[in-house]
């Protein structure tokens, strides 16, 4: 088995490529290893690593993030290695029980008037910004719609990193206002 690395954005994030199928859909985002315990074997596994404060799993890729502690070059191979071993075991990713658990999009809010304007804010998500997001190793959801302030949910690479704001302020709310002329702004929930 080979597995790519690629950098992200998140100095602080890097990106695997096992070359196999991570999650079938949705992503799953584990900021700490008591939400990974019971939910993913793969990401308690990683977890096991010190210096591993964050696991996200996309269609094809995980993103790992670390602290401030050790350097890439010293995390890279415990990190590989448990992602080997954990693919050639032929566990599960996520725990049958558990499957979905950590990438509920429940709470969207927005006006039912809205209706038509936050059915192209989604599309235009999934359409144009969440594949160019995953690419660097993240996701990006939509949370709610209120007065032309449009809220999303960063995840992955994209949680904590540096260029997060300009990527909502400068790139996902000119993208949104071009098509959608009544969003104002782009704030970013946690």
Same mark, same amino acid.
């Given at each position: 088995?080979?597995?790519?690395?690629?950098?992200?954005?998140?100095?602080?994030?890097?990106?695997?490529?096992?070359?196999?199928?991570?999650?079938?859909?949705?992503?799953?985002?584990?900021?700490?290893?008591?939400?990974?315990?019971?939910?993913?074997?793969?990401?308690?596994?990683?977890?096991?690593?010190?210096?591993?404060?964050?696991?996200?799993? !996309?269609? &094809?890729?995980?993103?790992?993030?670390?602290?401030? $502690?050790?350097?890439?070059? %010293?995390? /890279?191979? @415990?990190?590989? +290695?448990?992602?080997?071993?954990?693919?050639?075991?032929?566990?599960?990713?996520?725990?049958?029980?558990?499957?979905?658990?950590?990438?509920?999009?429940?709470?969207e809010?927005?006006?039912?008037?809205d209706?038509?304007?936050?059915?192209?804010?989604?599309?235009?998500?999934?359409?144009?910004?969440?594949?160019?997001?995953?690419?660097? !190793?993240? &996701?990006?959801?939509?949370?709610?719609?209120?007065? $032309?302030?449009?809220?999303? %949910?960063? /995840?992955? @690479?994209?949680? +904590?990193?540096?260029?997060?704001?300009?990527?909502?302020?400068?790139?996902?709310?000119?993208?949104?206002?071009?098509?959608?002329?009544?969003?104002?702004?782009?704030?970013q929930?946690?």
């Amino acid at each position: 088995m080979f597995i790519q690395t690629e950098a992200t954005p998140n100095p602080a994030t890097l990106k695997f490529l096992p070359g196999r199928v991570v999650l079938e859909e949705g992503t799953a985002d584990f900021r700490d290893a008591s939400t990974a315990a019971d939910a993913s074997p793969l990401a308690s596994r990683l977890f096991e690593v010190p210096g591993v404060t964050g696991v996200f799993f !996309g269609y &094809d890729f995980i993103t790992v993030t670390k602290d401030g $502690g050790p350097d890439w070059q %010293h995390l /890279k191979p @415990a990190i590989l +290695g448990n992602i080997m071993e954990h693919f050639m075991s032929g566990q599960p990713v996520m725990a049958p029980a558990a499957s979905g658990l950590p990438t509920s999009d429940d709470g969207e809010f927005y006006d039912a008037a809205d209706e038509e304007i936050v059915s192209t804010i989604k599309e235009l998500l999934e359409t144009r910004v969440r594949p160019a997001v995953a690419q660097d !190793g993240g &996701d990006i959801t939509f949370r709610g719609y209120e007065k $032309g302030t449009v809220f999303l %949910h960063m /995840k992955g @690479a994209c949680a +904590g990193c540096p260029s997060s704001t300009a990527t909502l302020k400068h790139g996902i709310q000119n993208l949104l206002h071009h098509f959608v002329p009544e969003v104002r702004q782009v704030e970013q929930v946690v």
